[in-house]
């Protein structure tokens, strides 16, 4: 009997039970290792695919055994488990990088600091209303490698990239790559290192053709350094706020403008997304369906019609004439910043969470500008402290979101905004960034 060869998925969470259903149908012997709680429902689904796992730990020596080992992206390359794998020779690969292997469809991949999401969802939502078969992956929706498993027959797949799964990514080839932004984020897992952070970011141009796209905004100062340090092969598409020369989409006297392959044009009100960092989302979406031959009309309804992501600048509700926002997917400095720079009424800011090596001082002008109070919500608000005491705006500390919503509510006053926009990650008080918005909605509706 021909001996199977042996891939290890370190992970079961939606990652890595896809990785090892697609592993199993492609022949390979699947173990899968949890160091934490398996949710119930990725239990049934190895349970039903008799794919042997484990939880509370790692069996060192089955995991050492494998040909691979697919990695999930929340856990980190130090992790003693990953570190032994590493020197014991052991490729370690992710999800993606996996599943690209037994898939032809064609792969749109987005990456960025902010508004990946939401145009990763613009995206889909373009070439899903174009009448193209489509799938949504990555760091949204589904896993990739539980799609290419169920062999759905796309022809395009729009995938969602976070550092974390570009850094274990080899030979994948994204057709069209999308870089949105490079601003500090995760630097805890990155040695409190920018240019690490960066190189992990322009994994995505790593084996691109000229037959390949590159879309990109061409303002950001770090894209811009970066570059000059790689030769690209693809077509460039760069964007810019501002008509100027070389770019290939712009906004231009209340105008929404792509010039290339053909010219399209709409009027910037007609667009369903507002706020300056929407128009980089939704500039980077509309090239991206252009140069992929979706015509001006399908274009034009799906970019004025597309309703948003949830716990992105979400209006929750209005209470005592104060409205309530819920832009929890708001985990860093910089997406902090456009959401503040997008207020209009007096701010009540909420802050705080597990910090990920963060500077706060971009936000301190716009703090100062658009705040009548902060509310600190997390574990250590030491750092908070020390960067915003000093500018003397009424500041109350909460330990739950109870606590905080009504801290709020007393602070706010009618005709103000109430802005969850915490700057860090949400693990010290929630299980992720979703639960943290979904409790502060419940509580708001409840006022």
């Known amino acids: 009997m021909e001996r199977k060869e042996k891939i290890v998925v370190l992970g079961a969470g939606e990652s890595g039970v896809g990785a090892a259903v697609l592993a199993l149908k492609k022949g ?60 014991a020779g052991i490729p370690i690969i992710s999800e993606i990088e996996f599943a690209g292997r037994y898939t032809r469809a064609k792969m749109i991949c987005i990456t960025g600091s902010n508004g990946k999401t939401t145009t990763t969802s613009l995206i889909f939502h373009i070439f899903k209303n174009a009448g193209y078969k489509v799938g949504l992956a990555g760091n949204i929706g589904r896993s990739l490698a539980l799609q290419v498993a169920e062999e759905k027959d796309y022809d395009y797949y729009v995938i969602e990239l976070s550092s974390f799964q570009l850094d274990n990514m080899y030979k994948f080839r994204a057709n069209i790559a999308i870089l949105l932004n490079i601003t500090p984020d995760h630097l805890d897992r990155y040695e409190g290192s920018l240019q690490h952070y960066a190189d992990a970011k322009m994994r995505i141009l790593q084996n691109q053709t000229a037959d390949d796209a590159f879309v990109y905004w061409a303002d950001d100062p770090m894209i811009q350094k970066e570059l000059t340090h790689y030769g690209i092969k693809a077509k460039a598409c760069p964007f810019s706020l501002l008509k100027k020369s070389g770019m290939i989409g712009y906004i231009s006297d209340g105008h929404y403008v792509i010039e290339r392959p053909t010219p399209f044009n709409m009027e910037q009100e007609e667009l369903s997304l507002t706020g300056k960092h929407n128009m980089y989302n939704s500039l980077a979406a509309g090239i991206t369906a252009h140069i992929s031959g979706i015509s001006d009309e399908d274009l034009r309804k799906s970019l004025s019609d597309f309703e948003g992501v949830e716990h992105r600048l979400e209006k929750v509700a209005s209470v005592g004439g104060v409205q309530y926002v819920n832009d929890s997917k708001a985990t860093n400095v910089d997406a902090c910043w456009y959401a503040l720079d997008s207020m209009r009424t007096p701010t009540v800011l909420i802050l705080g969470g597990k910090d990920k090596g963060n500077d706060y001082a971009p936000i301190i002008p716009l703090v100062k500008q658009k705040c009548r109070a902060l509310v600190f919500l997390g574990v250590d608000n030491a750092k908070l402290h020390a960067a915003f005491d000093g500018l003397g705006l009424p500041i109350e500390d909460t330990r739950s979101m109870k606590d905080c919503v009504a801290a709020c509510a007393r602070m706010a006053q009618p005709g103000d905004t109430v802005l969850l926009s915490p700057c860090c990650a949400s693990f010290d008080l929630f299980k992720n960034m979703e639960d943290r918005g979904d409790q502060f909605k419940t509580l708001v509706r409840a006022l």
């Open 28 to 87: 390979y012997d699947v173990f899968v290792s949890d160091g934490g709680h398996v949710k119930p429902k990725y239990r049934e689904m190895l349970d039903v695919y008799g794919i042997e796992w484990e939880e509370g730990g790692h069996t060192k020596e089955r995991i050492l055994q494998a040909k691979e080992i697919i990695k999930s992206p929340g856990i980190p390359e130090d992790a003693p488990v990953v570190v032994e794998g590493k020197q």
